[in-house]
């Protein structure tokens, strides 16, 4: 059987490995945020306000349907680059054999839950009652395309695991093209097809899904055929099943900290006008950008980290860090030298109220500088998510999001204090914190030792 699949990661120049690792990952991300602007372009401008609010309603739950399928998956991405740097070629089906088990568990449970309780969840959202059955309708078919989205994940996480990143990207490319093309055809009809309104885009949406998960299954199925990449049985091991659960449910729910830690914040920022939230929603979205590279390095420094330890090669742990850091510091750098000295400019690209550009701006210069904290803790948290100790992460989410961020902004924006400014510097403050946490669990967490009982 050939066994030089895959990309191993334990050998040769760590910058290479980390480079041509993210940078397909990075391609993705942009595309898919891209089409997402796009989406909104054109609900936006064929079916008016209503069908856009329908979308943001429904979208809390869109995001955790996501945090959902990349923590669990990002299981299987461990798991597997631990074993694949062990050459432990039977442990690799097993994984995969569990991984696909328990995804057809999680879709069932969630789709047929989802899809009985979609009302349910938009009223409790608080949901107007003028574009509840649009939103009803657009939500449910979403939550059948979640069987998808994991199954897209899954196997992106299972090419990951083996170091392949370039293949994943074209199914997203693929994805991304025909969702984009769908969209305005199926909302106002064309030929045969009647007009489906706001279900068209996720009908467009289904559908493109489907081109990433059936040609990825069947390119896995033909290119690794002799290899254990592929599902052979349903493997329902409790202590397997177990393992995936603890590496990927703390992930999860670390993503969903996330998104509660900008719910409460955005309570904050509301109680100063229209225009403090318009800024704050526009700079969120700079802020998700701006990680975006930061992120696919973090996805290299997980997948290097994981194959290293199952080789037993804890000397190149160090090398990982130094050049994660190094490779996020340039854009960083740049981003927010950017965003400091011309924050006025980047503001005017999204809007042209003078009230909303000054609010931007502050945030701006006042965060900006803060995101070079992102090209230190990217990379150490990768590092701790491939070691498999997704709970120390999620803990360090905790303490930042939840004990740090939203009281010291609740604190320092109360009247008679710094106003908008008190919640720009509790959102520094927070990423301080967790670039200092992360670090101090990387230089005093018993990391060699914590890594070798895990790869025993």
Known sequence: MNRQFGRDLTSGSIPR???????????????????????????????????????????????????????????????????????????????????????????????????????????????????????????????????GLYLSSLIASILRGIGDTTIPLIFIVLSTVVNAILDPFLISGFGPVPALSLNGAAYASLIATGIAVIPGFIYTKRKYKKEPLNPTAWEWNGHTVLAILKIGLPSFLQQMLVSMGYAFIIVFVNRFGASATAAFGIASRIDSLVAMPAMAVMMAVSAMTAQNIGAGKLHRMKGIMKYGILINIPVILIISLLCFLMPESIMRIFVKEPDVIQTGAAYLKIVGPGYLFFTVFYVTNGMINGMGKTVTTMVISFISLCLIRVPLAGLLSRQGALGLNGIWLAIVASFAVTTLNSLLYNAFGNRKKRALQANA
């Open 17 to 147: 490995h980390l480079i041509q690792f993210a940078l397909p990952i990075l391609i993705g991300n942009l595309l898919t945020t891209g089409y997402g602007i796009i989406n909104t372009i054109w609900v936006g401008n064929l079916l008016g306000k209503e069908a856009v609010g329908a979308i943001a309603v429904s979208f809390p739950i869109y995001l955790a349907l996501v945090a959902l399928c990349s923590g669990i998956t990002l299981a299987t991405s461990i798991m597997i680059s631990k074993a694949f740097g062990a050459k432990d070629y039977a442990g690799i089906q097993s994984i995969v054999n569990h991984s696909w088990s328990t995804g057809v568990v999680v879709i069932a449970a969630v789709t047929a839950g989802g899809l009985l309780s979609a009302k349910g969840l938009l009223q409790l959202l608080g949901t107007p009652a003028d574009i509840l059955p649009m939103a009803t309708g657009y939500l449910r078919l979403t939550l059948l395309n979640f069987a």
